[in-house]
């Protein structure tokens, strides 16, 4: 997920939020993770942001095998 710049609302520990502070002082800036920013932004710890801002995600979708077996056909039941 791309990083994103917000500005918060009221002071809060970062303990665990990957922000490299300690505390952060309300009226900061501070760049997080987008669900990292959800997260502030729903307990109210922050302003709205603009995702749009954000820059693009790439494409993360991984590639068809070359190798790939052929598919099977279906298997008939026996009557008993």
């Known amino acids: 997920m791309p990083d994103i710049t917000?500005?918060?609302l009221k002071g809060f520990n970062t303990d665990g939020l990957n922000c490299g502070e300690?505390?952060?002082q309300r009226g900061a800036e501070i760049t997080v993770d987008e669900?990292?920013?959800r997260d502030l932004r729903r307990n109210g710890l922050i302003e709205d942001?603009?995702?749009k801002n954000?820059?693009?995600l790439e494409n993360k979708q991984a590639q068809t095998p070359s190798n790939?077996?052929?598919a099977k056909p279906?298997?008939?039941k026996k009557a008993h």
Do not use: E, L, R
Request: aromatic letters at 10%.
């Open 35 to 37: 669900s990292v920013a």
């Open 74 to 76: 279906a298997a008939k």
């Open 49 to 51: 942001y603009d995702v």
């Open 22 to 24: 300690k505390y952060v």
């Open 68 to 70: 790939k077996a052929a």
């Open 6 to 8: 917000v500005k918060t």
């Open 54 to 56: 954000a820059p693009a």
